[in-house]
């Protein structure tokens, strides 16, 4: 179970109350190390995620205890330039092939 602090949907668009809208109306899939996550119902965004699917090298360890995983949220274009997204610091690039997964 993890949540996604203020602070951190405020770094992502500049109304962070869209962002967790668009999450909870499923215009945006909120991922945790690749592995899919279950948004809880409330205010904030809040989830479940099946850490065996999380890939092992994401975890990161603090000594509070405590431990960090980095959380992804795609949505489309449209959405982030109405949540007030940094469009500024969008640069184009050539998607490729993703590279074969090791195990």
Do not use: C
């Amino acid at each position: 179970m993890g949540g996604a602090g203020g602070s951190a949907r405020a770094g992502v668009a500049l109304y962070p109350i869209k962002l967790t809208q668009a999450v909870h109306q499923a215009r945006a899939v909120l991922t945790v190390g690749g592995a899919p996550t279950f948004i809880l119902p409330g205010g904030g965004i809040n989830f479940l995620v099946d850490v065996e699917r999380v890939k092992g090298s994401f975890f990161y360890w603090t000594p509070t205890p405590a431990h960090h995983l980095p959380y992804r949220v795609h949505h489309g274009l449209k959405d982030y330039e109405e949540m007030g997204g940094h469009l500024q610091a969008m640069r184009p690039f050539d998607a490729r092939e993703p590279a074969p997964v090791m195990d």
